[in-house]
Structures are given as structure tokens and as C-alpha cells.
């Protein structure tokens, strides 16, 4: 048996891609370039045509939406507080108040009743995520959008290569922010994109994403908003590329490993252990992240080092942001989400990359099932 380490993730990067890289580093354009528009052209094409920017962060993205969305002081924003930090952070960068709604104890996304019943005279958009690049209701969150006249600003960060009612996501529904940081399924060592609605928010985010310049002719050049240093390099783009090419491929094997954690663990999992695993979704699931929730008899951390004593690496995603110092200061605390705190207390990211094998799942779940039978 194999016992070297087993990441909980691991990005591949193929030799074609390496080489590209190279070829952008001898070619004297680092910046951006005739890479990144082709990146944006194929990305658009996969989109349904959309338009779509690309930029240095998979964060910077949904704030830049927030602004084209015209979101700011005195405005609400409803999310979820199982995210990466980021998803919240954005509403303050923007002056607006982040209000938070319980999740779903199945799915870990946001609950959309609770979203519903969030609403209030100042809200101006909703930020759902997709955890572990699982699509939630997108038929009822565009209806609850269009009932309140909301814009919807979706945290795709993981769900590259996800579904809808056979639709990939980002093809539809209004502003799409997808993330290409080193753990997603494709890469591009750090960065994202943006899925807009049409030309002139494709403007607007250009200018957003280079200190707010526009330029006309060789000497026109003119600032009218405010902008930022967010724009995507030709190195990265070169890399996108080579991933791009490969993600059919990367979200089967995904899928695949995914099926077969189900079935090696088998139906009496949940029962003998007490833990919680995924909705087993696989018509419209990346399976970005296959996580579970852990019984409350064992922490988060005892069952990380047993499984680190397999030499089996885990990770969690994530933390409740309402209970982050910098939440705390702004009046949240523990009890007010009461299934996001009993979800980010106990949830688990088991191994899953593009290059784990069928053996790999096996020596994780046989693991896993002594960490929890002690």
C-alpha cells in the first residue's frame, strides 16, 4: 500500500502547460495580453457568449460586481456564513452591511426561506456560494431576486464545471464570480474571472480592474471611477489555458473519485458513525470539495491529527464568519446561525484532486472509519 502523504489537494500542471508559461516568459509580455483575451474568449464561449473579464482574484471579482451593481453605503447585502471570509469582506469594502442567513442542514448552502425572510427595505442583493461547487435552487433564487428586485452577485468560487437543469453554471442567471486559486479545480496559480451581463458592465469592470483608466487613440487617456490593481497576467493566463483544456476530463475523474467515496463507504456509514456526508448530487456537482460532517463525540482537530497519524492530510471549509473578531465587533455572535455554527464546527474536506486515484479513496475511507470507530 502506498503510505506517503496524501494531500487534501494538489493542483497538476502539465508539461504543454509548463512549456506555455515558458514560451510567455521568453516572449517579453508578462502583463496582460493576447493570453488572457484568449482566456476570456474561450471562458465566454463556454459561458454561452457572455461576457466575461478575468482578474488577479477570485475576491476582487465580486467586490467589482458589488460596485457595477451600484452597491454601496447604506445598502444590505444577504450571504451566507459558511464562506471564506472573502465573500463578506467584499460588502464592507464596498460600505455596505453584510447580512447573514442560516444554511441548509443538507446542502451547507444558504437557506433560500431564510434568505427570504432576511429582506428587508435596504437590501440591494443576495451573495449565494456554491460550497464544494454545489449549485443551490438557482430557479428560486433568481425568482426570490425578481420578486424584491434584487441583483445577485453568485460566489461560484468552486464550481467551475457545475451544472443547472444541464446548463453550466455561469452561463445564465446575473453576475457569476469564479475563482482560479491554487486549490480549485482549474488553476492559474492565483486568480478569477467575472461573468457579466452585457458590453457596458464589461467596460466598467476593465476600468475597475486598472485604477479606473479608459484610454482613445495612442495619447487619449481619461479616469472617471475609482479603480483598483486587479488585472490578470499573461503567465497566469498561459496556465488557465492549459487547465481550461483539461476540465471535461478533471470534473469526470472528480466525479468518479466522488462516486466511489459513496460507495466504499457504503450505505451504513452515516449510521454506524454518526457522520453526516454530502448530498451524493452528480448530475450537477463538481465535487470541487467532498466534505462531511463530523459526529460531535470527536473535534474537528483530534480527527485531523488521527488522520495526519495515516499520513492522510485534511482540510475544513469553513469557519463561521459571523464569529470572526471582526463580525463579533459588528454586533453578530454565537447562537444567531445555529446550523452554520454546528456545520463550520464540525466539517470536513477529505482528499480530492485531479490526480488522486481509486486507491487513494480507498485508503482514506478505510482510515477514516478507524479514526471514528475509536
Known amino acids: 500500500m502506498n503510505n506517503n502523504f496524501l494531500p487534501f489537494s494538489k493542483p497538476t500542471i502539465d508539461e504543454a502547460t509548463i512549456s506555455a508559461v515558458s514560451d510567455v516568459l521568453r516572449s517579453g509580455w508578462l502583463t496582460s495580453g493576447p493570453r488572457v483575451a484568449e482566456f476570456e474568449k474561450q471562458l465566454s464561449d463556454y459561458f454561452g457568449g457572455r461576457p466575461v473579464r478575468t482578474f488577479n482574484s477570485g475576491t ?16 444590505e447585502v444577504i450571504t451566507t456564513p459558511i464562506s471564506w471570509v472573502a465573500t463578506a469582506n467584499v460588502i464592507l469594502e464596498v ?115 486598472l485604477q479606473g483608466v479608459s484610454r482613445s487613440g495612442w495619447d487619449g487617456i481619461d479616469v472617471d471611477v475609482l479603480g483598483g490593481k486587479y488585472n490578470m497576467t499573461d503567465i497566469a493566463a498561459a496556465i488557465g489555458l492549459g487547465q481550461f483544456a483539461k476540465l471535461p476530463d478533471i470534473t469526470a475523474h472528480r466525479r468518479k473519485l466522488a462516486q466511489h467515496y459513496f460507495k466504499t463507504l457504503g450505505t451504513d456509514f452515516e449510521a454506524q458513525t454518526g457522520a453526516q456526508l454530502p448530498p451524493a448530487d452528480f448530475e450537477n456537482t463538481n465535487w470541487h470539495l467532498f466534505q462531511i460532517v463530523l459526529p460531535e463525540r470527536i473535534t474537528r482537530p483530534e480527527f485531523m491529527e488521527k488522520m495526519k497519524a495515516y499520513n492522510i492530510g485534511i482540510g475544513f471549509h469553513y469557519a463561521p ?7 463579533r465587533g459588528l454586533g453578530f455572535k454565537e447562537g444567531m446561525f445555529p446550523v452554520a455554527e454546528r456545520v463550520g464546527r464540525q466539517i470536513v474536506s477529505l482528499p480530492m484532486f485531479y490526480a488522486m486515484t481509486i486507491a487513494d479513496v480507498e485508503r482514506t475511507c478505510a482510515a477514516m472509519r478507524e479514526v471514528l470507530a475509536g
Open 60 to 75: 476582487c471579482t465580486m467586490e467589482i460586481a458589488l460596485r457595477i451593481a451600484g452597491i454601496g453605503a447604506g445598502d
Open 321 to 327: 464568519i459571523h464569529l470572526f473578531s471582526l463580525y
Open 95 to 209: 460600505g455596505a452591511t453584510p447580512v447573514f442567513a442560516d444554511i441548509d442542514p443538507v446542502t451547507r448552502n444558504i437557506d433560500l426561506d431564510r434568505v427570504e425572510a432576511a429582506i428587508t427595505s435596504r437590501t440591494r442583493a443576495i451573495i449565494p456560494v456554491y460550497l464544494a461547487g454545489r449549485p443551490l435552487d438557482m430557479d428560486r433564487l433568481y425568482a426570490i431576486a425578481a420578486k424584491y428586485k434584487l441583483r445577485v452577485i453568485e460566489d461560484a468560487a468552486q464550481a467551475i464545471g457545475s451544472r443547472w437543469q444541464g446548463k453550466p453554471v455561469g452561463s445564465f442567471g446575473d453576475f457569476v464570480s469564479f475563482s482560479f486559486q491554487a486549490n480549485k479545480n482549474i488553476t492559474t496559480s492565483e486568480g478569477g474571472c467575472l461573468v457579466l451581463n452585457n458590453a457596458a458592465e464589461a467596460v466598467l469592470a476593465e476600468k475597475y480592474r
